[in-house]
């Protein structure tokens, strides 16, 4: 025998019983967000390199060490996705959607990768369902995502929620802020770990997410960019609370918020689940605003605010078990008239009716005895000549003609 063969590390099969679980959260998550007028997007699983050197930010943990990139042969760098939003925002610019009214609003259901270590809740291939809304300033678009990634989460039953909220400003005076943190990081820098130590001109920020004792002492007392924010963003931001207040939703200030992603201004946020284990999977959901992107992938000024959440983490965070499939409603068994019995479920398919044909070869007792296991209602006897039709919850049978099979399985189903 040959060497069987295992999926890649991080990635997983979806089985059917698992497979009609996210079944469950895409049919919510496309009614919910159809409802509130978001149309499907789908981008490519793979783009040119530089849109996530660019939009994502070169200097992030996705593009320094989480990236399958590969030559398209042509010389050409390309990347296997590992997230949606500049995606969406490369082809907003590339199809003119801001000729469109504002706010653009669309949503994706897709696989992302990323080259992360894999464990509970992070893999390596995983799904999102995203939103992103561009065209808009308005706090609404940003508190009425924010509802909309709520009401997924609590209608798919994650437990133990929390939304984690921040502003992070504009640009300008996040710079200037940015400074005054680099001074103080430089400052106690002999009480940093190595790792902050090394990127506190790249990225300052990320000494917030620490796990190191030290530093997270240090931390504590730095200076927070929510204090430095601007008037109109701290107007923007108080907005944004005030909406979610009055929709109920209960949240906390979380001043430490930063994003893996460098394209976020204003808003960002993040449900986490005490339901999912602790550390970087505990995050079911998050996103932000990122008002600077779409121009600096080629577009006009265009602000925009979004979320992505993981399939699999909404899975986990809702102990989803899996699910049995739908009995059929009719089990159509033959003892060699195959033809005539393939004739029967292919009609009984058309007028609507859940059926399976008996296809693996039993004699007449094992066809019976699989339409049990099946839960099949009725059952289907095709011969050459005649055509029977068993009720498995009465135990009646009667010869039937084809015309009324249909009709008879229906009214007992219904009934
Ligand atoms: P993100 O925080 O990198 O944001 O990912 C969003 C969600 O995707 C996470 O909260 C988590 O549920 C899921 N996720 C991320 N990485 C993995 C992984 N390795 N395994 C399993 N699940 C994972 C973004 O991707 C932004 N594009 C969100 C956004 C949209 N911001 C604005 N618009």
Redesign the pocket.
Known sequence: MSRKLNAPRGTADVLPDQAALRQRVEETARELLESAGYGRIETPAFEATELFSRGVGAATD?VEKEMYSFDDGGGRSLTLRP???APVCRAYVEHGMHKLAAPVKLYYLGS?F?A?RPQA????Q?W?V?A?ALGSEDPAVDAELIVLLHQLLTRIGAGGLRLRLSSLGNPASRSEYRDELVAYLRAHSNRLSEVVQGRIEQNPLRAFDSDDPSTREVMASAPRLLDRLPAEDLEHFAEVRALLDGAAISYEIDTTLV???DYYTRTVF?FTSDDLGGGGQS??????R?DGLVELLGGPPTPG??????I??ILIASHAEAVAPAPPDLYVAHDGATAAAFAVALEARAAGLRVELELGGRSLKGQFKHAERLNARFVAVVGEETLSLRDRASGTERLVSLDELVGHVKRGIAS
């Open positions: 996705i997230e949606g939003t992302f990323r992360e809740g992070r893999y390596r995983f999102q995203g992103e994003r893996g992603l993040e995050t079911v959901g998050a996103g932000g990122y605010v979004g979320w992505a959440s993981g699999e983490r």
